[in-house]
C-alpha cells in the first residue's frame, strides 16, 4: 500500500511539472506568434522605413539663390556654372589612396589633406566632402580622365553666386559665404536647407533678404547596396530658385559714381525727391565681393582690411560727417519758420563774431559786409548764420532738421549697420553729457559743426524734402509691387499732408521756396559758391548749397598760414560736401555728396554733381519708360 501510493504522488508530481513546461511552451510560442505579429502587421511600416534608410539616400544640392535686377532689369548679383569635386567616404576602398591621389592631381596642400581627414570623422559616411568648389575647367576635365581610379569622387557641376559688376554694388548688395553654426542655427530656413557648399548672405540685402533669395534643395534619391554603392537612381527633385528682386537703382548712374570717386574716400546718394526711390547708393573705396565666394585669400583680405580709406566700411549709411554749411538751407528754414528772420533781415560780416571773449570766425578772412538771406546762403556767410542760430536757439532748430530726417536712420529696414546720426539739443547734452548747453555751442551748430553727426544719405534726403516743396517722402531701395508714376506721387504726398498732419514738414509754403531760390542763386549767380559748376541749360540746371567740415579745430598760427590743401597733412584735410537738386524748374532729383579730406565743396564735391545731373536727367525719360517693367520684386 505504501509503495502503491508512492508512485502515485511522483506520477501527480511528474504530470504537474510536464503541465507546467507545456503551459510554459504555449506561453513562449504564443509570445513567439505575437512578436512576429507585431513586426510583420503593427510594425512593418517602421522596420521597412528602417531597411529604406539603410537603402535609399538622399544627395541634396545647394539651393539657387535668386537675383537681384536694377530698375532696368539688369542682373546685378546672380549665378554662374561652377565645377566642384566631391568625396563620398562610403563609397571610398582607401581613403588615403584616394587623397594621395587628388594631391598629385591638383595639387593640394598638406593643410586641406587634414581639413578632408578631419571632416570625414565629422560628417555621416554618406555625406560629401567638398575638396574643391571653383575647379577650372582643365582639372574638371582631368579629374573625369582619371575617375576610373578615383572610387568614392564625383565631379559635379553646380551653380555658384556672381556678381558682374564686381565692386560697384558691394555695399548695396553685400556677399554670399560659408555659414558658421551659429547663423545656420538662428535661421530656420537656412537650417533646413543646409548642405555643405551652402553660401548665405553675410552683408548687405544679401543678408537681409536671406529667406526670399535662399531657394529651395534640388534632391537626388538613389539606391545603394549593402556596401553603400550606388546601384539605381530613384528620384530627381528639382529645387526652387529664390525669389527675383527689382532695385530702384540705375546701373549706368551708379557706375559713373564709381569713376568720380575714384581712389577717393566719399560717398554719393542720389535719390528721386517724390517716390523716394534711391537712384544711386555709392560708397568709396570698395572692393570685389566675389573674393568672397570661394574663401578669401589672407593676403587679399589683409589688402582690404588694411586699406586706410577704409573701403568695409558703408560711407553712405555708416559714415558719420558734420554736415557743414550743408546745414544752412535747414538753418535758414527753421529761422523763417520760427519768425526769427524773414528776408530782408541783414547781419554785417567783418569776418568774425565775438561773444563772451570767444571769437567765431567767418571762412571769408575780411568778412562779406552786409548780407541779407539769400546772400548769406549764396555765399556761405557763416556770421550770418552765427547770430541766426543765436536768435533761433538750438532746440528750435533740432525740431526743424529732425523732420527733414536729421538724425534719423533713413533705410534702416534693409541695412543691419545704418547709423542714426545726431542733431543736438539741449536735453541730449544734459542726458548724454551731463553738463547744460553754452550759447557759443548753438553758434557753431549753426554752420554745421559740433556735436552735430549726419550720413550722406540722410543729406540726401532732407534735400529731396526742401525740393519737393516740403514733403515727406519714405526712401526706398526695392521697387514697389505697385510703382506709381510721378503724378500718382504728386498726388499722393498731398493727400497724405492734407490727412496726416505729422507728414507737414513746414507752417509756410513760401518759406520753403525762399530756401529754394537762395540755393539756386547759390550756384547760378555770380560769387556764388558753387558758381563754376551750374549749368546754363535750363533743362540740366540745378540749386545746390556747398559745405566744408572741418575735422581739425584751426590754429591761429594755421589760419595765418592759410596753407594749400596739398600742404596740409591728408588726416587733417577737411571734408567736401555738396547737396543739390535739379532740374531747378521741376525738380525731380536731389543728390549729396561727400569728399572725405577733400578740402572745400565748391572745388571737390560741386563738379561731381555738374557731371552727374546730365546724366541723371538724361536718363529720367527711360526711367519713367520703365516704370511698367515686368514686376520682378519681392
Not at 79 to 102: A, D, G, S, T, W
Not at 105 to 120: F, G, T, V
Not at 163 to 179: A, R
Not at 202 to 228: C, D, P, W
Request: glycine share 6%; proline share 4%.
Amino acid at each position: 500500500m505504501i509503495k502503491s501510493n508512492s508512485g502515485i504522488r511522483k506520477a501527480d508530481v511528474i504530470n504537474r511539472r510536464m503541465f507546467i513546461i507545456g503551459v510554459a511552451k504555449i506561453v513562449v510560442f504564443a509570445g513567439i506568434i505575437a512578436r512576429l505579429f507585431s513586426l510583420q502587421i503593427n510594425e512593418n511600416k517602421k522596420y521597412l522605413t528602417l531597411s529604406d534608410k539603410n537603402r535609399i539616400r538622399e544627395w541634396k544640392l545647394p539651393p539657387i539663390r535668386g537675383n537681384i535686377f536694377d530698375y532696368f532689369g539688369n542682373v546685378i548679383a546672380g549665378n554662374l556654372k561652377v565645377y566642384q569635386l566631391h568625396i563620398i567616404p562610403e563609397q571610398v576602398e582607401n581613403f588615403n589612396y584616394l587623397l594621395m591621389r587628388l594631391k598629385n592631381l591638383l595639387r593640394l596642400s598638406d593643410k586641406k589633406i587634414k581639413k578632408i581627414k578631419k571632416l570625414k570623422t565629422e560628417l555621416k559616411p554618406w555625406e560629401s566632402i567638398i575638396v574643391s568648389e571653383n575647379l577650372s575647367w582643365s582639372q574638371f576635365v582631368k579629374i573625369n580622365n582619371y575617375l576610373y581610379d578615383l572610387v568614392g569622387v564625383k565631379p559635379v557641376m553646380t551653380i555658384s553666386r556672381n556678381y558682374p559688376f564686381k565692386d560697384v554694388y558691394t555695399h548695396i548688395l553685400g556677399y554670399v559665404s560659408q555659414p558658421n553654426k551659429e547663423e545656420i542655427l538662428e535661421n530656420e530656413v537656412v537650417n533646413e536647407r543646409f548642405v555643405p557648399g551652402m553660401k548665405i548672405g553675410k552683408l548687405g540685402l544679401e543678408k537681409r533678404l536671406e529667406n526670399y533669395l535662399i531657394g529651395t534643395n534640388s534632391i537626388q534619391r538613389y539606391e545603394v547596396n549593402a556596401y553603400g554603392k550606388r546601384i539605381n537612381q530613384l528620384e530627381h527633385q528639382k529645387g526652387q530658385q529664390g525669389s527675383k528682386i527689382r532695385l530702384t537703382v540705375d546701373t549706368e548712374i551708379q557706375q559713373a559714381c564709381t569713376e568720380l570717386l575714384n581712389e577717393k574716400a566719399g560717398s554719393i546718394s542720389i535719390m528721386d525727391v517724390y517716390t523716394g526711390e534711391i537712384i544711386a547708393m555709392y560708397s568709396s573705396p570698395s572692393y570685389d565681393p566675389n573674393l568672397f565666394l570661394f574663401g578669401i585669400s589672407k593676403d587679399e583680405w589683409e589688402l582690404i582690411r588694411n586699406n586706410p580709406l577704409k573701403p568695409l566700411i558703408n560711407k553712405t549709411l555708416s559714415g558719420l560727417y558734420s554736415p557743414g554749411s550743408t546745414i544752412k538751407p535747414i538753418v535758414a528754414l527753421s529761422a523763417l519758420e520760427n519768425n526769427v528772420i524773414n528776408t530782408k533781415f541783414k547781419v554785417k560780416c567783418t569776418g568774425k563774431m565775438e561773444l563772451y571773449g570767444q571769437t567765431f570766425h567767418c571762412w571769408k578772412e575780411k568778412g562779406h559786409g552786409w548780407v541779407s538771406l539769400k546772400n548769406a546762403v549764396k555765399q556761405s556767410c557763416d556770421t550770418y548764420f552765427y547770430e541766426v542760430a543765436r536768435l533761433l536757439g538750438v532746440d528750435r532748430l533740432s525740431i526743424t532738421a529732425e523732420k527733414f530726417g536729421l538724425g534719423k536712420k533713413v533705410l534702416g529696414k534693409y541695412f543691419d549697420n545704418e547709423k542714426k546720426g545726431l542733431f543736438p539739443n539741449t536735453k541730449w547734452k544734459k542726458n548724454n553729457l551731463g553738463r547744460g548747453w553754452v550759447l557759443g555751442e548753438t553758434l557753431i551748430t549753426g554752420i554745421g559743426q559740433g556735436y552735430i553727426q549726419s550720413t550722406p544719405l540722410q543729406l540726401c534726403m532732407m534735400t529731396a524734402q526742401i525740393a519737393n516743396g516740403g514733403y515727406s517722402i519714405k526712401p526706398k531701395i526695392i521697387v514697389d509691387n505697385n510703382p506709381l508714376t510721378l503724378e500718382q506721387a504728386k498726388k499722393s504726398m498731398q493727400d497724405e499732408f492734407l490727412h496726416n498732419s505729422n507728414t507737414k514738414l513746414y507752417k509756410s509754403e513760401k518759406n520753403i521756396k525762399i530756401v529754394q531760390e537762395a540755393m539756386f542763386s547759390s550756384t547760378n549767380e555770380r560769387f556764388g559758391t558753387s558758381y563754376k559748376s551750374r549749368i546754363d541749360d535750363p533743362k540740366y540746371q540745378f540749386a545746390g548749397k556747398t559745405g566744408t567740415a572741418q575735422v581739425k579745430r584751426i590754429s591761429k598760427r594755421e589760419r595765418e598760414l592759410d596753407l594749400k590743401l596739398e600742404q596740409i597733412p591728408y588726416k587733417d584735410r577737411d571734408h567736401a560736401l555738396y547737396i543739390a537738386y535739379g532740374p531747378y524748374i521741376n525738380p525731380r532729383y536731389a543728390l549729396s555728396i561727400i569728399v572725405e579730406h577733400g578740402g572745400s565743396g565748391s572745388k571737390a564735391a560741386a563738379p561731381m554733381a555738374k557731371k552727374l545731373f546730365k546724366l541723371i536727367i538724361d536718363r529720367d525719360e527711360l526711367r519713367n519708360k520703365q516704370s511698367n517693367y515686368e514686376e520682378i520684386s519681392i
